[in-house]
């Protein structure tokens, strides 16, 4: 065999891998009458109406400014561009139905685009969604970590976390966080981060030992005007946290 088809062999062998990975479920953990798995193909277009029906509709920041009526398509392709990146889970009844979902993605060193302005990225987002990035970058971007930590190659980034509400109180955003981190671990990633809107979510994060690196109150992330100084995100504080879990 030549080296030409070796790299053939080495490619097809790749692309038969991510074909199964996208079609075969991994199932990550059965409790309580609950299935967690890795989203999948198929999953995408139910997970899309979660984030939209679920997570955003409880999402403090993005309600304190109205939320969307519509699905603004910008949002939309940034969720496919996540959930085609195989390391979000949903948890799902005897059902089938998903009733809880972990949205990640992956930030690797040497490939993370520089911060930008709110007006660049409202060429892309939303309004609201614009405002969430600027605030990310405030509080901390990855470029940062990797600069502080030089060994350090890849994070796992949680990108949004939400139960239904009918299956609230029964620890399924613990153990969908208990699971993003062993997922972390796999993906040999040497930490974890979240930017936390609300008081639930910073709950899970300091039981589950994530260190808080900054908060910002809503008085000081505002827009200025000459009639004053107005809160972004009215009521809303934002914190960044992070959990080592690499050597």
């Known amino acids: 065999i030549n080296i030409n088809e070796c790299n053939w062999i080495c490619n097809t062998y790749v692309q038969i891998h991510l074909f199964l990975s996208s079609v075969i479920a991994k199932m990550l953990l059965q409790k309580e009458g609950i299935t967690y798995r890795q989203v999948l193909n198929k999953d995408f277009e139910a997970a899309i109406d979660f984030y939209f029906d679920v997570f955003l509709k409880d999402e403090p920041a993005t309600q304190s400014r109205g939320g969307y009526i519509l699905r603004p398509c910008g949002l939309v392709d940034i969720l496919y561009v996540i959930l085609q990146e195989c390391v979000c889970i949903m948890a799902e009844d005897t059902n089938g139905t998903m009733v809880g979902l972990a949205t990640n993605c992956l930030f690797i060193k040497g490939n993370v685009p520089p911060p930008k302005t709110y007006m660049d990225y409202c060429l892309t987002f939303p309004s609201i969604y614009s405002y969430l990035c600027v605030l990310s970058d405030t509080l901390w971007h990855p470029n940062d970590?990797?600069?502080?930590?030089?060994?350090?190659?890849?994070?796992?980034?949680?990108h949004s976390l939400a139960v239904s509400p009918d299956f609230r109180q029964r620890q399924i955003g613990q153990t969908l966080v208990e699971l993003n981190l062993e997922l972390a671990l796999?993906?040999?990633c040497q930490c974890v981060t979240v930017m936390a809107t609300s008081e639930y979510t910073r709950k899970i994060m300091g039981k589950k030992g994530f260190e808080t690196l900054r908060i910002i109150d809503q008085g000081n992330f505002v827009d200025c005007y000459q009639n004053g100084r107005f809160p972004i995100f009215p009521g809303v504080d934002t914190s960044v946290h992070v959990k080592m879990i690499g050597k």
């Open 145 to 158: 970590m990797f600069k502080k930590y030089p060994k350090y190659e890849r994070i796992f980034y949680m």
């Open 186 to 188: 796999e993906q040999d």
